[in-house]
């Protein structure tokens, strides 16, 4: 049935009978407020345009016209908890644009969704609504789909109806199962929980399964599950020979599915070699050297498998450790090692391919590596070393630090001093520092009279950069005479909570340093009085505290003091 709605154009200078004019506005009155009555309009949120077309017949109708079909719609008899969708068209069959503003539903269970509003049909042009019903208890449920355009008699209305009917529904998870491989005399099982999801029992009345090698325990058919109840079966699957299984389990019941079929499906082997690690890289390596990796085959399947060729296909690297034919009986393994000496820069990718009697065979082995250039490089912690104003026959301390920064190990040869005052404290010459490597140097100050002084320190190695050469500066001052008014820098600080044999005192007069050792003994006491200082300079001080063991703590504070100019 189609319910054809038209508006058509008012003539001018035409008489309209008064009467007719109420007898239909009555009427029309009549029809909206009993369409009304019927349920409470919900108001349906649509998104999307959907199912637009064209008839391509010119329409006959003049003005506006709304043509809705099917005009009732009725989804009968449906599960609880399922749902149901039907098409409703909406046409415009005249010949000036259709605006569709409002689609609204009511009715319990029922919903819609549709174009996007508002809606604009040019003559013989479609739009469709989909109606959808999902009732939620055992009832016999009405409803509507009202539609509003700028059609004559808008809104237009759609009967809804239908019936939830309450039944039992058994679901199974998972449904579907995939043993993968499996190896010939051993067994994989997997567990499926079957679920009544309805509002009735469901008896359970058969299982039977299909698969060589499979089977079923953990529940005896018949039974029955209330609603909301579970039970669990076992599935298994133990093969006697190598192929592919598909199967199922099928479990017969009074259900709205009365059977529900799990499928299953496998490959069982005979034979299977497994490879640790799967993949890998040699890392950075340097030209000329070589680095190697471990690959551990082992047999995981059921039969002795045998491996025939093991093959790199990057240039560079070797294979060792087996002996081929190499057989290997369930459950054992053998150690391959992966050797590769970079002969250029550059980055390398490739795989090591496993050839044996094994299911799935040949087994590849990923590997890459990045060669680099051999180079050795010595870094030093600064490229000079100044000790500031040190008063002649007491001495000032600093340290120096040279670190492998190459790929190569780095060999000192030699570390050599010059200038007059300075002395090498520590000397590590015939030392070998790996890459990352580092090594420190002690140089001391000790002037023999006043005025400026420079040196070298000068290490010898087989690095790109050597020789090494770092410059030394002091300045030799002379000692205050007494009764000159020369200052004095008195210090304290709280005493170490852990037991250590004195504290050692560090002077610079820049704030970054370099800083050079006030003492060349430990001082017992929390304080130090440094009578060594100039008028009108700054000087900056931190402490350590040392152990027996001649081990250093952490630098104090930094603190700066400022020496009058008088």
Same mark, same amino acid.
């Given at each position: 049935?189609?319910v054809v709605?038209?508006?058509a154009p008012?003539?001018?200078r035409v008489r309209?009978?008064?009467?007719?004019?109420?007898?239909r506005f009555a009427l029309e009155?009549?029809?909206r407020?009993?369409?009304?009555?019927v349920a409470?309009?919900v108001i349906?949120?649509?998104s999307?345009?959907?199912?637009v077309t064209?008839?391509g017949t010119p329409?006959?109708v003049?003005g506006v016209s709304i043509e809705?079909?099917?005009s009732?719609?009725s989804f &009968?008899n449906l #599960?609880?908890?399922?749902? +149901? /969708?039907? =098409? @409703?068209t *909406?046409? %415009?069959t $005249?010949?000036?644009m259709l !605006?569709v503003?409002?689609?609204?539903?009511?009715g319990p269970?029922?919903?819609?969704s549709?174009p996007?509003?508002?809606?604009s049909?040019?003559?013989?042009?479609s739009?469709?609504?989909s109606?959808?019903?999902?009732p939620?208890?055992?009832?016999?449920d009405?409803?509507?789909?009202?539609?509003?355009?700028?059609?004559?008699?808008?809104?237009s209305?759609?009967?809804l109806?239908?019936?939830?009917?309450?039944?039992?529904?058994?679901?199974a998870?998972?449904?579907?199962?995939?043993? &993968?491989?499996? #190896?010939v005399g051993?067994? +994989? /099982?997997? =567990? @499926?929980? *079957?679920? %009544?999801? $309805?509002?009735?029992a469901? !008896?359970i009345?058969?299982?039977?399964?299909?698969?060589t090698?499979v089977?079923?325990?953990?529940m005896?058919a018949?039974?029955t599950?209330?609603s909301g109840?579970?039970?669990?079966?076992?599935?298994?699957?133990?093969?006697?020979?190598?192929?592919?299984?598909?199967?199922?389990?099928?479990?017969?019941s009074n259900?709205?599915?009365?059977?529900v079929?799990?499928?299953?499906?496998a490959?069982a082997t005979?034979s299977?070699l497994?490879a640790?690690?799967?993949s890998?890289?040699?890392g950075n390596?340097?030209?000329?050297?070589?680095?190697t990796?471990?690959?551990?085959?082992?047999?995981i399947?059921?039969?002795?498998v045998?491996?025939s060729?093991v093959?790199?296909?990057?240039a560079?690297v070797?294979?060792?450790?087996?002996?081929?034919?190499?057989?290997?009986?369930p459950g054992?393994?053998?150690?391959?090692?992966?050797?590769?000496?970079?002969?250029?820069?550059?980055s390398?990718?490739g795989k090591?391919?496993?050839?044996s009697?094994a299911?799935?065979?040949?087994?590849?082995?990923d590997?890459?590596?990045?060669?680099?250039?051999?180079?050795?490089?010595?870094?030093?912690?600064?490229?000079a070393?100044?000790?500031?104003n040190?008063?002649?026959g007491?001495s000032g301390t600093?340290?120096?630090?040279?670190?492998s920064t190459g790929n190569?190990?780095?060999?000192?040869?030699?570390?050599?001093i010059?200038?007059s005052?300075?002395?090498?404290g520590s000397?590590a010459?015939?030392v070998?520092l790996?890459?990352a490597?580092a090594e420190?140097?002690t140089?001391?100050?000790?002037?023999?009279?006043k005025?400026?002084?420079s040196?070298?320190?000068?290490i010898?190695?087989?690095?790109a950069?050597?020789?090494?050469?770092?410059?030394l500066?002091g300045t030799?001052?002379?000692?205050?005479a007494?009764?000159?008014?020369?200052?004095?820098?008195a210090?304290r600080?709280?005493p170490?909570?852990?037991?250590?044999?004195?504290y050692?005192?560090?002077?610079?007069s820049?704030?970054?340093?370099?800083?050079?050792?006030l003492?060349?003994?430990?001082?017992?006491?929390?304080?130090?009085s440094d009578?060594?200082?100039s008028?009108?300079?700054?000087?900056?001080?931190y402490v350590?505290?040392?152990?027996s063991?001649?081990?250093?703590?952490?630098?104090s504070?930094?603190?700066?003091?400022?020496i009058p100019?008088n």
């Open positions: 049935m189609r709605m038209t508006c008012i003539l001018e309209v009978n008064d009467a007719i004019r109420s007898r009155s009549i029809l407020w009993i369409s009304g009555a409470l309009l349906l949120g649509t999307g345009c959907v199912g064209s008839k329409s006959s003049t809705i079909s099917p009732a719609v &009968g #599960a609880v908890g399922q749902s +149901a /969708t039907k =098409t @409703v *909406l046409t %415009n $005249g010949n000036d !605006t503003s409002g689609i609204s539903v009511a269970g029922f919903t819609a549709g996007r509003l508002p809606l049909l040019s003559a013989g042009q739009a469709s609504i109606a959808i019903f999902k939620t208890a055992g009832d016999a009405n409803g509507t789909i009202t539609i509003t355009s700028n059609a004559a008699g808008s809104p209305m759609v009967a109806s239908g019936t939830g009917a309450t039944a039992a529904a058994l679901n998870t998972p449904s579907s199962i995939a043993f &993968g491989s499996v #190896a051993s067994e +994989a /099982t997997q =567990t @499926v929980e *079957l679920a %009544n999801t $309805g509002s009735e469901a !008896t009345s058969k299982v039977a399964f299909s698969g090698g089977s079923v325990s953990g005896t018949p039974m599950l209330a109840q579970t039970t669990k079966l076992t599935v298994s699957y133990k093969p006697s020979s190598a192929g592919t299984l598909t199967g199922n389990v099928s479990i017969s259900a709205t599915d009365p059977s079929v799990i499928g299953i499906n490959t005979l299977s497994s640790t690690p799967s890998f890289s040699f390596v340097v030209v000329g050297s070589d680095t990796q471990t690959i551990r085959l082992q047999n399947g059921t039969s002795q045998t491996i060729s093959t790199p296909s990057v560079g070797a294979i060792s450790g087996i002996t081929l034919p190499a057989h290997l009986a054992t393994s053998a150690t391959v090692t992966a050797a590769y000496k970079a002969v250029s820069a550059g390398v990718a090591i391919t496993v050839t009697n299911v799935g065979s040949p087994t590849v082995i590997l890459s590596a990045t060669a680099a250039a051999a180079t050795v490089q010595l870094t030093p912690s600064a490229t070393l100044s000790f500031g040190v008063t002649v007491s600093n340290q120096l630090t040279v670190k190569m190990n780095a060999s000192i040869s030699s570390v050599a010059s200038g005052g300075f002395v090498l000397s010459a015939g070998t790996d890459p490597q420190t140097y140089v001391n100050f000790d002037p023999k009279a005025g400026s002084l040196g070298t320190l000068t010898t190695s087989n690095a950069n050597s020789p090494l050469r770092v410059t500066s030799g001052v002379s000692a205050p007494t009764g000159t008014g020369q200052h004095t820098v210090l600080w709280e170490s909570s852990s037991a250590v044999t004195g050692f005192v560090y002077r610079s820049k704030p970054s340093g370099p800083y050079a050792q003492n060349s003994s430990p001082e017992a006491n929390p304080g130090y009578g060594t200082v008028d009108g300079q700054v000087y900056y001080y350590t505290a040392v152990n063991s001649n081990i250093q703590s952490a630098d504070n930094e603190v700066s003091v400022t100019s």
